[in-house]
Nanobody, 124 residues
Framework: QLHLVESGGGLVQTGGSLRLSCAPSQRSFNREDVAWFRQAPGREREFVAQRRRDGHTYYGDSVKGRFTISRDSPKNTIYLQMNSLKPEDTAVYYC??????????????????WGQGTQVTVSS
């Protein structure tokens, strides 16, 4: 398991942008698929985006075209660029990592490493 550290959350107005960062404290992400999930109060944890070890990326339907997941290998950091934010994007965002079979990309139980979460609040 990896110890993941997220940063970059905050308060932003509708239509604004934020960039979240996730980095492991021990070693590189090279061996894992890395994803972002989010959870709003009273709701289940929702898949946001995944970047696989081979570079392929996948997105949840609600964020497709607005969010971008990327990796900076020299910095050993995964980013989630969030544009055109909406109030319904308000949630705690979690970084997750693991060796995940493709059919479980959107299943949080497929990941064995999680960060502590970072709050994103979008005001209307």
């Amino acid at each position: 398991q990896l110890h993941l550290v997220e940063s970059g959350g905050g308060l932003v107005q509708t239509g604004g942008s934020l960039r979240l960062s996730c980095a492991p404290s021990q070693r590189s992400f090279n061996r894992e698929d890395v994803a972002w999930f989010r959870q709003a109060p009273g709701r289940e944890r929702e898949f946001v985006a995944q970047r696989r070890r081979d570079g392929h990326t996948y997105y949840g339907d609600s964020v497709k075209g607005r969010f971008t997941i990327s990796r900076d290998s020299p910095k050993n950091t995964i980013y989630l660029q969030m544009n055109s934010l909406k109030p319904e994007d308000t949630a705690v965002y979690y970084c997750a990592a693991g060796v995940v079979i493709l059919s479980r990309t959107r299943d949080p139980t497929g990941y064995n490493s999680w960060g502590q979460g970072t709050q994103v609040t979008v005001s209307s």
